[in-house]
């Protein structure tokens, strides 16, 4: 039996956080070991904590190895347990965090690029792990056959419009803002960078010299790209759909102000916290899911789909290729071609028994593969 120390300190992003951090802590419990669950973030309400051992503490997205007491000490190595920052995104949105000095901090990354990126550019950080989330619990009653199904494609997430890119881009000064845009055409048009990649071959080309380990504080500094070719790509595979009158429904903030042809086809969801759109997920037949930037990782969307019956419509990474069997477990897409992406998805749809003997052979799978007891498992494994 372990000890375990789990942080709730971010409500963003539909709730999804706290979700993820309340099945960890009950798939803890239900293995038998002890975990306490902690909301506060201020230095002075850590203090019950203060040299109490744990075998683990976990934070997502965490800022907590900023925090320093009135001395200058760092809060997190005053309680006798390793941290790990489990991070949701890709390193670079918390350099700051990840270049702390406290002595015992470890990071969890959803994709193995990101582990890469943490283990060449933060030596500070005392390990680096590859754990994909795990999959939300189903209810196996209320999944029902693909052709009682009556919502036919589903894409949860956010609309990022183009004014709202261009009010952050606004932020910087007009000669990183050309730099910006250049970066992010590069990953639009080359949808198989990471940023990482992207920078390296623009400073290449620039004829600048190697950045070196000043690498992470530049993507971090340049992170809107990041983001930007992601909400591009996003609205491009969107876009496709619908254009070539492909009904698609969305959940998700914003999707009322995207602007397109055939937008008559989209159907608008209101947004929902993380676990109510989950349950959207009974009655879709396919979940689409797009993953620009994540080459190497696997999309939380994905596990999903099959845990609740579906069928996840995906382009591929290089851990999916590894694990599922397109056409079998999954349908794959190429961002290279997503021209090719309507006929895919209507010939599935017109395809009923097809498109349920994916979904079973992916709910087998999942069920093996992508339990939250599984990934505790692989945690609690590699603790020292």
Same mark, same amino acid.
């Given at each position: ?55 683990? /503490? ?57 582990? *890469? ?11 680096? /792990? ?13 999944? *029902? ?7 036919? @494609?589903?894409?949860? !997430?956010?609309? =990022?419009? #183009?004014?709202?890119?261009?009010? *952050? ?42 950045? !070196? ?54 159907? @608008? @969801? ?8 989950? #349950? ?25 789909? /099959? ?9 591929? =990474? ?33 395809? =009923? ?19 939250? #007891?599984? *990934?505790?498992?692989?945690? @609690?494994?590699?603790?020292?």
């Amino acid at each position: 039996m372990k000890r375990f120390l789990l942080f709730y300190t971010k409500s963003i992003c539909y709730n999804s956080m706290y979700a993820f951090i309340n099945s960890m802590v009950k798939t803890l419990r239900k293995m038998g070991h002890v975990c306490e669950t902690c909301t506060a973030t201020r230095p002075k309400d850590l203090e019950i904590y203060f040299g109490q051992h744990y075998d683990a /503490m976990l934070d997502i997205d965490s800022t907590l190895p900023l925090l320093k007491d009135e001395a200058g000490e760092y809060i997190l190595d005053k309680i006798d347990a390793p941290f790990y920052n489990y991070l949701l995104d890709h390193p670079l949105y918390y350099h700051t965090p990840l270049e702390s000095g406290m002595k015992r901090q470890n990071v969890l990354c959803l994709d193995q690029d990101h582990v *890469r990126f943490v283990g060449n550019y933060y030596p500070n950080v005392n390990s680096v /792990m590859f754990l994909p989330l795990g999959m939300m619990s189903y209810d196996e009653e209320l999944i *029902r056959p693909i052709k009682e199904r009556k919502t036919g @494609i589903l894409f949860t !997430g956010t609309y =990022t419009s #183009e004014a709202a890119f261009y009010k *952050r881009l606004n932020n910087f000064i007009p000669e990183v803002q050309k730099e910006i845009i250049e970066l992010l055409m590069m990953m639009v048009y080359n949808p198989d960078y990471t940023v990482e990649k992207a920078i390296t071959s623009y400073i290449m080309k620039k004829g600048y010299n190697d950045p !070196g380990d000043k690498m992470a504080m530049i993507c971090n500094r340049y992170y809107l790209v990041d983001m930007g070719a992601a909400a591009a790509i996003r609205a491009k595979v969107v876009r496709t759909l619908l254009a070539n009158g492909v009904d698609v429904t969305v959940c998700g903030h914003d999707w009322n102000k995207m602007e397109c042809k055939g937008k008559e086809h989209m159907h @608008i @969801i209101p947004e929902k916290n993380y676990m109510e759109a989950v #349950e959207l997920a009974y009655t879709s037949k396919i979940l689409l899911n797009v993953m620009p930037g994540f080459k190497a990782g696997i999309h939380d969307r994905i596990p999903t789909a /099959m845990g609740h019956g579906a069928v996840s419509c995906s382009d591929g =990474t290089e851990y999916l290729d590894k694990v599922l069997t397109p056409g079998k477990h999954y349908i794959k897409y190429d961002l290279f071609s997503t021209k090719a992406l309507p006929d895919i998805i209507t010939d599935k749809l017109d395809h =009923t028994a097809e498109l349920q003997d994916i979904a079973d052979y992916g709910h087998e799978l999942a069920g093996n593969l992508f339990t939250w #007891e599984k *990934r505790m498992e692989e945690w @609690i494994e590699s603790l020292p």
